[in-house]
C-alpha cells in the first residue's frame, strides 16, 4: 500500500513553482513597507480613513473571507458531504444579499460611524459591557482562529510534496507566521487591503480555472454519476436525517450565513471603513456571489478530490478509507492539496499556491489586525481610562498581533479535537457571536435593551464552548455543533429579553440612540 | 425527513449544477468587474489619505500662527 509520505510527495510541484511561491509573499511585505508612510493615527491604522470605495470594498471583504482556511475546512466538508454540502453556500449567498438588501444590521452600525462592535456597545449600553464584549470578542476570535495557521500549512506541506510526518509541518507554519507578523504589524488597515485586493486578483482567476482543470480532468457527467453511486441520496440531498447534515444543521448554517456577513467583527470592520452607509449596502449584496462561491468552489474541489480517490488512485482510496481494522485513515484534509497536486500543470500549480498563500496572508492579517485592535481599543484602553496617546495604542495593538501569533503556533501543535474544521470554527466563533448577535438587534432595534441585558446575553454567549469535542470529553455528553450553537442563541435572546425588562436602564441621553435607516 | 419524501433526487441534482454554472459565470464577471475598479479606488484611497492629512497639517500651522507658535 502507498503509505502517507509517498502519496504526499506524488505531485506536479516543481522548481519554477518554488520561485513563484517564494517571490509572492515578499510582493505583499513590500506593500506593508511602502504603505507605512500613509499611518498617522489609529484611524487609519484600523479604518483605513473610512476611505474604501465600492470596487475597494468587495475585493477586500472577499480577500479576508475566502482565506486558505475556508478552502481547506470547505473541501473538507465537500469530502465527507458532496454536493449536499452547497446547501451551506446557497444560505451564505442568500443571507448576504439579504443582509445588503435590507442594511440589516450593517447600515445602522456604519450610520453610527463606530470603529468596531465594542465600541457600539459603549454608546449603546455603556463602558462595561463595552469591556465584557471586547473579552468575549477578542476570546471567541482567537480561539477561532487557532487552526488556522496548521491547517493553512497543511496545505503547502500537501500540495508541495512535502512529508507531513516531519519537520516540514512546523517549518512552515513558523515561516508564514513570520512573513504575515512582518507585514500586519507594518501597515495596518491600508496594507492589509491592498493585500486583500491582490490577493482577490489572483485567487478569483486562479480559482476558476482551477475548477475548469478539475472538470476537464474528471469530466462533468463522472462527477455526478460517482457522488451518487458512492453517496447516494446523501451526497445531493442536505435535509437527509441521520445523513451528514439535517434540517437542525440547515437552520445552524442559515444562522452562521447572517453572523459571517451581519456580526462577524472582521467583515464588518470592511462595512465600517466602507465611504457610506449606502456603500454598505450595495457592497454587501455584491458581496454575496462572493461569500457564496468561496465555499462553493472549495466544496466542489472537495467533492472532487473524492472522486479522484475514489476513481482513479486505488491506492490513495486505500489510505483516505482503510478496510482493515484497526488501521486509521488519512486526515482527509489532506484530501483536496493532492488531487490539486495531481491535476494541476507545471507553473499554474505555483500560481494557485501563491495564490492560496496570498489567501492565507490575507485572513490572517485581517483576524490578527481585528482582535489586537479589539484588545487595545476595546478592552486595554477604556480599562486604562482613555489615557493612552495615539502612538501607544498602534505600539499596544503591535505587540498583541506578535503575541496572538505565537499563540496561533502553539495552538496549532497542541490542539488535538477531532471535529471537523468548519464546526470547530463555528463552535468557537459562537462564543462571541450568539451574545452579539442579541446585543445588536436589541440595541439597533429595539429601544428598551438596557445594559444588564446585554451584560447577561454576553456571558451567556460562553455557552456555546459545550459545543467543542474536547469539552463535551470531559463533562461526559454528546450534542451535535449545530444544537448546541441553537441553544445559545436561544439562550442570549432570552437573556437580553429577560435582563432588559426585569432591570431597564434609567435614562438615556438622545445623542446615544442609534440613527435609523 | 418530509423533504425528501416530496423532493426528487433529480431536482436536487439540478439545482447544485445550476447554482454551479450560474455562480461561476457570475463570479468571473464580477472579478473583472472589481479587479478594474479596484485598482483605481486604491489610488483615490491614497489620494484621500494624503489630502486629510495635507490638510490636518495646514489646519495646525494655522491654529499654532494664530497662538503667535511656529508650526
Known amino acids: 500500500m502507498e503509505t502517507a509520505a509517498e502519496a504526499l510527495s506524488q505531485t506536479n510541484f516543481s522548481a519554477i513553482d518554488w520561485v513563484i511561491v517564494i517571490c509572492y509573499p515578499m510582493i505583499s511585505v513590500v506593500i506593508g513597507l511602502i504603505v507605512r508612510k500613509y499611518i498617522v493615527n489609529m484611524h487609519d491604522f484600523v479604518c483605513a480613513g473610512h476611505s474604501l470605495g465600492l470596487c475597494l470594498g468587495i475585493a477586500t471583504m472577499t480577500g479576508t473571507e475566502l482565506g486558505l482556511i475556508t478552502v481547506m475546512y470547505s473541501a473538507q466538508k465537500g469530502f465527507v458531504g458532496g454536493f449536499a454540502a452547497f446547501h451551506i453556500a446557497l444560505a451564505a449567498g442568500v443571507v448576504t444579499f439579504i443582509v445588503g438588501a435590507t442594511g440589516f444590521l450593517v447600515y445602522r452600525l456604519r450610520a453610527m460611524k463606530v470603529m468596531t462592535i465594542p465600541e457600539f456597545y459603549d454608546r449603546r449600553f455603556g463602558r462595561k459591557t463595552r469591556i465584557l464584549g471586547g473579552i468575549m470578542m477578542a476570546f471567541g476570535g482567537i480561539l477561532n482562529m487557532g487552526l488556522f495557521l496548521k491547517v493553512g500549512s497543511m496545505f503547502l506541506v500537501g500540495i508541495t510534496g512535502l512529508s507531513a510526518q516531519s519537520w516540514a509541518l512546523p517549518a512552515v507554519m513558523i515561516f508564514l507566521l513570520s512573513l504575515v507578523l512582518i507585514y500586519t504589524c507594518l501597515g495596518g488597515m491600508i496594507s492589509v487591503v491592498i493585500a486583500d485586493y491582490l490577493q482577490f486578483v489572483v485567487l478569483s482567476f486562479g480559482l476558476l480555472l482551477t475548477t475548469f482543470l478539475a472538470i476537464r480532468s474528471l469530466g462533468w457527467t463522472h462527477i455526478f454519476s460517482t457522488i451518487q453511486a458512492e453517496m447516494g441520496r446523501e451526497g445531493f440531498d442536505p435535509t437527509v436525517a441521520g445523513g451528514e447534515f439535517g434540517i437542525e444543521y440547515i437552520v445552524w448554517m442559515g444562522f452562521l450565513g447572517l453572523v459571517s456577513c451581519g456580526i462577524w467583527p472582521t467583515a464588518v470592520a470592511r462595512a465600517l471603513a466602507a465611504e457610506s452607509p449606502q456603500t454598505v449596502k450595495k457592497q454587501y449584496m455584491w458581496v454575496s456571489v462572493s461569500f457564496l462561491i468561496r465555499f462553493l468552489i472549495p466544496y466542489f474541489l472537495g467533492l472532487c478530490a473524492f472522486v479522484f480517490i475514489m476513481t482513479r488512485d486505488p491506492q490513495l482510496q486505500g489510505l483516505f478509507f482503510p478496510t482493515a481494522e484497526g488501521v486509521e485513515p488519512f486526515d482527509n484534509l489532506y484530501a483536496m492539496p493532492i488531487f490539486l497536486g495531481r491535476i494541476l500543470p507545471v507553473g499554474i500549480i505555483g500560481i494557485i499556491s501563491a495564490g492560496m498563500i496570498a489567501a492565507f496572508m490575507s485572513t490572517h492579517d485581517s483576524y490578527l489586525l481585528c482582535w489586537s485592535s479589539v484588545l487595545t481599543q476595546d478592552v486595554i484602553a477604556p480599562l486604562l481610562g482613555d489615557r493612552l496617546s495615539a502612538k501607544a495604542r498602534i505600539l499596544l495593538t503591535r505587540v498583541l498581533i506578535v503575541v496572538i501569533g505565537l499563540y496561533v503556533l502553539y495552538w496549532g501543535l497542541l490542539y488535538k479535537g477531532e471535529d471537523d474544521i468548519w464546526d470547530y470554527m463555528a463552535v468557537t466563533g459562537a462564543i462571541y457571536f450568539t451574545g452579539a448577535f442579541a446585543l445588536l438587534l436589541g440595541g439597533l432595534y429595539w429601544k428598551r435593551a438596557s445594559s444588564t441585558g446585554a451584560f447577561l446575553a454576553l456571558l451567556a454567549g460562553s455557552s456555546a464552548v459545550f459545543g467543542l469535542g474536547p469539552v463535551q470529553d470531559l463533562v461526559g455528553i454528546k450534542i451535535s455543533s449545530a444544537r448546541v450553537g441553537l441553544f445559545s442563541i436561544a439562550v442570549t435572546i432570552v437573556a437580553m429579553v429577560a435582563g432588559s425588562l426585569l432591570v431597564p436602564d434609567k435614562r438615556r441621553k438622545p445623542s446615544e440612540s442609534p440613527q435609523t435607516t | ?71
Not at chain 2, 468587474?33 to 479596484?38: D, Q
Not at chain 2, 495646514?58 to 507658535?69: H, I, P, W, Y
Open chain 2, 1 to 71: 425527513m418530509i423533504f425528501s419524501y416530496y423532493l426528487p433526487l433529480l431536482f436536487w441534482i439540478y439545482l447544485w449544477k445550476a447554482l454551479l454554472i450560474g455562480a461561476l459565470a457570475l463570479f468571473g464577471g464580477m472579478a473583472v468587474w472589481v479587479t478594474i475598479g479596484g485598482y483605481f479606488d486604491i489610488k483615490r484611497l491614497f489620494k484621500r489619505i494624503s489630502e486629510s492629512h495635507k490638510a490636518a497639517t495646514v489646519g495646525r500651522a494655522t491654529k499654532l500662527s494664530k497662538l503667535g507658535g511656529t508650526p
